[in-house]
């Protein structure tokens, strides 16, 4: 006869408010024998089955009628594995005992995650489809040191919290539990009786899939294999290499036209790629494709780090556009979001009670400006579960690249703050010394583990040496975005041509600090939003002028130092500003040839050259490579300046940002020669006026600019001309 454990603690179990399950559940030798005790609600009869022989081998009594069952093994001594069979509703089912395994987490695993220097924590924590003892299901885990309890619901289970109560690691604070059976492909939650004693139903953190909203289970389904960045995809992340990104929100880059609803994944694959690479882009940057509960975040309030959104297919079809987009020879960078994450109850808030995840003081934990929560980048775990997803993107999925955003948001404690709204560190200064620590520490362990893969940081501040090493005081990123050179130029741009004489500093001041970091130059999708307007309806003047002000634009900014981003839309001068909730406007490019046609064939025609000549791109952060001809004609809006590859070969820029052409503009040269007209942002295949040189130039023994030999050209209203030297004169 079974002895029947403390009425108490069995009520404990059956309200889901007892923390040892394995205490009480499973086989146990007892003062009376060998005991097997089971919760299973609903059922009627229990039998424990010796698996070899299929004989059953004692039977299990009702001890309480809300289904808790126990029962002596005749005859038995030592510990046997064996399975249950169960009547349900006059049917009966064969299961395994998920009370019957043993702990789950190895002990290095166990330390690494706890000390925070675990690479890799989602090849552990999470949910894994795994076969023990010869019995297949499903191990979870999940990090949550202050809950009570905590229940695996699911599909598997009628999502009862009382089923499946897990096993806690006091070491470190991890709950664990293998349940027979859960297979990949169904739906999953946490159930935790939180810190004061409420309970929560949480996401899985670490899902690998994720239903979209506004559902937010978790799905259980494997991890991608392991991939590694091919030598041409990790030579075209090269800081001697043309790099011209095409950022896109994947939403809103093209719609059905009968409902306006999203492309999918392999869908973009069949119209975005193929898009991409004719119109020469090198990189493709996704805005962010975590998981997320808001659209109007455009994925920048990730839910689910480790999930790819299913707004646009499965895992699996998001992994087809990838290795769609690596066939045609695009490196595919991912914009990455450690910075913050939304207060939804089904995600990381609060998670187990406690600030687990977030600081718990507002004034270090809460972003103001975008009602969202800050990472404790104090806590190893939570740099763990950060730094882990880092690597998860690009070894699993194959990113080339991320680019980091906010940075500034994380590296200063007095961000968007009044006085008195944030915590000093503890030397009193406003730096956040953990998430400085954190960034470092994230990109040197890319650099070290994930050969070629690089980092962009969105960082819009002078905090000296983003793109340096640590041990220069940087923080280890390869790339920065140049918000400055965005701003100054995009400020002198809409001006009135009348008045830039007077703003000519605005297109040079970014030479003066170009050496000090590696940059990127950014045209994205926070210029075209909240009221800035497009970057076409920025430009003054008539639509002729407009346009012509955008191509000269363009042109200078492809040949000025740095790699290049151009969001969506850009590429065709897009008139209105971007709306995530629809397609770009296509139809600005159907019926006859236009003014976006013509940007468009530019933007083409850029890249492409862009791309051929090396003076262009090699030398972006070297000194050598940059060097101003004509600086200083504020009163006509001039400027010319050579690019230089390492072998000394030059191309001239000369950028005419008035709508007067301005006839024999004579001007010093280092190369005498014969100079190629390779671009011209005027020509009618731009429909620009098609003012020019007649495809080429000589120049004369004539001095100017402090140079021996000059040239004397047209340069045409509103344009840019790129030449090329052909040989001698």
């Given at each position: ?14 309200a889901?408010?007892?923390?040892d ?10 003062d ?5 005790r ?12 010796e698996?070899?022989?299929?004989r059953k ?17 005749p005859?038995?001594?030592n ?6 069979a169960v009547?349900w509703?006059?049917?009966e ?7 019957r ?13 706890s000390e ?9 924590l ?6 023990m ?18 229940s695996?619901v ?15 690691r ?15 492909g ?20 670490y899902?690998?899939?994720?239903q ?8 259980i ?18 800081f001697?290499?043309?790099?011209s ?9 093209r719609r ?14 069949e ?13 493709l940057?996704l ?8 659209d ?19 895992r ?14 695009l ?9 913050h ?43 763990n ?9 690009i ?9 980091v ?14 006085k008195?709204?944030?915590?000093p ?5 406003r ?6 620590e ?6 040197r362990?890319?650099g ?23 041990s ?18 995009l ?9 830039r ?21 950014p ?14 309806d920025?430009?003054?003047?008539d639509a ?9 634009y ?24 971007w ?26 025609d850029?890249n492409?050259?862009?791309?051929r000549?090396?003076?262009l ?13 004509v ?33 024999h ?25 098609n ?13 100017s600019h ?24």
């Amino acid at each position: 006869m079974s002895v029947l454990p403390e009425r108490d603690v069995i009520n404990a179990l059956i309200a889901g408010h007892f923390a040892d399950p394995f205490s009480l559940l499973g086989m146990h030798q007892t003062d009376a024998g060998l005991e097997v005790r089971a919760l299973l609600p609903d059922a009627t009869e229990v039998w424990v089955i010796e698996p070899k022989t299929g004989r059953k081998v004692g039977q299990l009594e009702c001890l309480d009628s809300r289904g808790f069952f126990c029962g002596l093994i005749p005859r038995r001594k030592n510990a046997f594995r064996y399975q249950l069979a169960v009547v349900w509703h006059g049917q009966e089912n064969l299961i395994d005992d998920p009370y019957r395994f043993g702990p789950l987490i190895q002990e290095l695993d166990s330390w690494l995650l706890s000390e925070g220097t675990h690479l890799r924590p989602y090849e552990t924590l999470g949910a894994h489809a795994d076969t023990m003892d010869g019995v297949t299901g499903t191990r979870f885990s999940i990090w949550a040191p202050n809950a009570r309890r905590v229940s695996v619901v699911g599909q598997f289970n009628y999502w009862d919290g009382r089923r499946h109560p897990m096993r806690l690691r006091k070491e470190s604070g991890i709950w664990e539990l293998f349940i027979p059976g859960a297979h990949n492909g169904q739906l999953y939650k946490f159930e935790l009786l939180d810190a004061d004693g409420h309970l929560r139903i949480k996401a899985d953190p670490y899902a690998f899939e994720a239903q979209m909203r506004p559902e937010t289970a978790s799905l259980i389904c494997g991890l991608p294999e392991k991939t590694t960045l091919s030598p041409e995809r990790q030579k075209a992340n090269g800081f001697d290499q043309p790099i011209s990104i095409y950022e896109v929100h994947l939403g809103s880059w093209r719609r059905h036209t009968d409902n306006n609803f999203w492309l999918s994944y392999r869908e973009l694959a069949e119209q975005l790629i193929p898009y991409v690479k004719e119109m020469g882009f090198t990189h493709l940057e996704l805005l962010p494709v975590n998981e997320h509960p808001f659209d109007g975040s455009w994925g920048y309030q990730p839910q689910g780090l480790y999930a790819p959104t299913r707004r646009f297919g499965t895992r699996d079809d998001f992994l087809y556009f990838l290795q769609t987009a690596h066939e045609a020879g695009l490196n595919v960078l991912l914009d990455w979001v450690p910075g913050h994450f939304p207060t939804d109850d089904a995600g990381l808030a609060k998670f187990d009670g406690t600030s687990l995840y977030e600081h718990g003081d507002p004034r270090e934990g809460y972003h103001q400006d975008w009602n969202t929560l800050i990472y404790n980048y104090g806590r190893r775990e939570v740099c763990n579960y950060l730094v882990g997803n880092a690597l998860y993107w690009i070894e699993r999925f194959g990113i080339d690249g991320l680019r980091v955003d906010a940075v500034a948001s994380m590296i200063y404690r007095d961000y968007s703050r009044e006085k008195g709204e944030w915590v000093p560190n503890e030397y009193g200064g406003r730096e956040n010394l953990e998430a400085i620590e954190f960034l470092r520490n994230t990109n040197r362990i890319i650099g070290e583990q994930t050969p070629g893969a690089v980092t962009m940081a969105e960082e819009s501040t002078d905090f000296a040496g983003v793109s340096r090493p640590p041990s220069m005081g940087g923080l280890g990123f390869w790339f920065k975005w140049n918000l400055g050179w965005m701003h100054d130029t995009l400020d002198y741009m809409k001006l009135d041509p009348v008045y830039r004489q007077y703003h000519h500093d605005k297109m040079t001041f970014g030479m003066l600090y170009n050496g000090t970091e590696n940059f990127v130059l950014p045209l994205s999708h926070d210029e075209v939003v909240h009221g800035k307007k497009s970057i076409l309806d920025r430009m003054p003047g008539d639509a002729w002028q407009r346009f012509a002000n955008l191509r000269a634009y363009y042109g200078w900014m492809w040949a000025f130092p740095g790699k290049k981003l151009l969001f969506m839309g850009n590429e065709f001068a897009q008139g209105r500003e971007w709306n995530h909730d629809s397609s770009l406007d296509w139809h600005l490019l159907q019926g006859g040839d236009n003014w976006h046609h013509g940007v468009q064939r530019l933007v083409r025609d850029l890249n492409h050259t862009y791309r051929r000549h090396a003076a262009l791109h090699q030398m972006d952060f070297d000194d050598y490579g940059f060097e101003w001809l004509v600086v200083e004609d504020k009163a006509n809006s001039v400027f010319i300046f050579v690019r230089r590859d390492a072998e000394g070969n030059e191309v001239i820029v000369a950028s005419n940002f008035t709508p007067i052409p301005r006839y024999h503009y004579r001007f010093g040269i280092n190369q005498p020669g014969r100079w190629r007209e390779e671009l011209n942002t005027d020509s009618m295949h731009y429909h620009g006026s098609n003012a020019g040189n007649s495809g080429t130039v000589r120049s004369e023994a004539v001095p100017s600019h402090g140079r021996d030999h000059s040239l004397s050209i047209t340069l045409p209203p509103l344009s840019t001309l790129w030449l090329i030297r052909e040989g001698d004169a």
